[in-house]
């Protein structure tokens, strides 16, 4: 009996032994599966995380045009603000990168720390590299940083409204018919008169929309504005066919502007209007120095621009010179814009001169409830077509100086800039500096537009 009982206490202790194996091997296999499952588990997740934000371009350094263009100004040494402009923040990088989102909305998502950087350490483990930081809006970038911003922000750009289908070439065939210009940097376009520069409320086709629907090519984007024209003035405007390109004609006006009272500023960008107008001036050629501020009419839907003694009015400089005047009080004038200011020639000319330019309703309308036709002589004959069709419900009939209600008489003729596309090519090199030495100027003349044309003749077959 007693071997019956340590026999069965030897089986019964090789079962536990046995059964001990077993939940040693059921729980290695458990936690295999649970690590497999749990690995598994956290790439989901990490994917999943990584679907809720939408990741921006890495962050990639411009061109510094600032350099290029005080270079280009003769403007050697550098700015006390130079590392400052070379360095761009979070917010700068997202307003760059998502250029239709509210500025609102970008500032409230880095008020509310939804703007994250990815770690972008390729030898990081994957749950590593899935982990995002909390950016700042003033905290500087490096070249490669990838921002991140909620996915549900792309909901939040605004539905923009798509441009109208052109029904056959007509349009397309004006357009490219204006263009005075072209290389791989910039497109020069002669704006009609009544053209307006940048779309609006209640302007279908604006210069702006117009030449990125017709003047792309085979550009990726379209041109971009570097500076205005009044709407019922003509003349050259200047469109940078690119980023960098645009970004460095804006400096170049820029410096333009901030160095015009600088005695030795030269003149790296020159534009000269042609401006008929009414009356005299005391001086055949001047220079006008004056401040001009922006003041709102009493109705509160309109503004003028008036000239001021306000500490805070900007400068506004002018050259200009008669280039005719006649018996019946109608100037010819040549203007030089040294900065550029709102309305600064019309207000000089209204203001200063006391010789409004005709057609100036808003700045002359005195001298216009006077106006009084121009005869028409009998020795000339203006053949028009007035069953002219032209797109955008332009008009270039009438207008003239014997016309009750002219036209504005007011055309950018002439602009000369440095060639920045071979500027922009060069910029690379070490002999740059050198190079500038010799930086050949573009020289764009616009011819004048018909109505100023037909003005031109009659008072010189009057003279």
Request: hydrophobic share 35%; glycine share 4%.
């Amino acid at each position: 009996m007693s071997e019956l009982l340590q026999l069965r206490r030897r089986l019964l202790s090789v079962s536990r032994h046995h059964a001990v194996l077993i939940r040693s091997s059921l729980q290695s296999a458990l936690n295999r599966h649970c690590s497999s499952t749990s690995s598994t588990e956290q790439e989901n997740q990490c994917a999943k995380e990584r679907s809720r934000w939408l990741e921006l371009p890495p962050f990639a350094p411009q061109v510094d045009t600032a350099v290029i263009a005080r270079k280009i100004s003769g403007q050697g040494i550098a700015g006390k603000n130079d590392e400052e402009s070379t360095t761009t923040t979070a917010v700068k990088w997202v307003r760059r990168c998502c250029p239709d989102l509210p500025l609102s909305l970008v500032q409230k998502l880095f008020r509310l720390r939804q703007v994250k950087k990815s770690l972008t350490d390729t030898n990081a483990s994957s749950e590593q590299q899935a982990r995002l930081k909390r950016v700042s809006a003033k905290d500087t970038l490096s070249p490669g940083d990838i921002l991140c911003l909620p996915v549900n922000v792309q909901h939040s750009i605004p539905t923009v409204k798509k441009p109208r289908v052109c029904k056959d070439t007509d349009e397309m065939s004006f357009v490219r018919s204006l263009e005075l210009y072209k290389d791989d940097a910039i497109i020069v376009v002669n704006k009609p008169p009544g053209m307006p520069v940048q779309g609006g409320v209640g302007i279908e086709c604006g210069m702006d929309s117009l030449a990125i629907k017709y003047l792309k090519y085979d550009y990726p984007d379209g041109p971009r504005l570097v500076h205005r024209l009044d709407r019922d003035s003509s003349g050259v405007l200047v469109l940078g066919r690119d980023q960098a390109s645009a970004t460095l004609l804006h400096s170049i006006f820029r410096e333009k502007t901030s160095n015009a009272l600088s005695d030795d500023t030269s003149r790296v960008l020159q534009r000269k209007y042609i401006a008929l107008v009414i009356g005299v001036p005391r001086r055949t050629k001047g220079l006008i120095t004056v401040p001009l501020a922006k003041v709102v009419l009493d109705d509160g839907q309109s503004e003028r621009i008036t000239v001021s003694d306000d500490p805070s009015a900007q400068h506004a400089v002018t050259e200009y010179s008669v280039i005719e005047s006649f018996s019946n009080g109608l100037t010819w004038l040549e203007l030089s814009p040294l900065t550029g200011r709102k309305h600064q020639l019309r207000v000089h000319c209204a203001e200063v001169l006391r010789t409004p330019i005709v057609g100036d309703a808003k700045y002359g309308w005195r001298a216009h409830k006077r106006w009084k036709p121009v005869p028409l002589p009998s020795n000339l004959d203006f053949r028009t077509n007035h069953n002219q069709q032209l797109p955008f419900g332009l008009n270039f009939e009438g207008g003239t100086i014997s016309d009750r209600k002219p036209f504005l008489h007011l055309h950018c003729k002439q602009m000369i800039l440095p060639d920045i596309s071979s500027a922009l090519k060069m910029f690379e090199t070490s002999d740059f500096d050198q190079y500038l030495s010799s930086l050949k100027k573009l020289s764009i003349v616009a011819p004048l537009p018909s109505h100023m044309q037909m003005s031109w003749d009659i008072l010189k077959s009057m003279s």
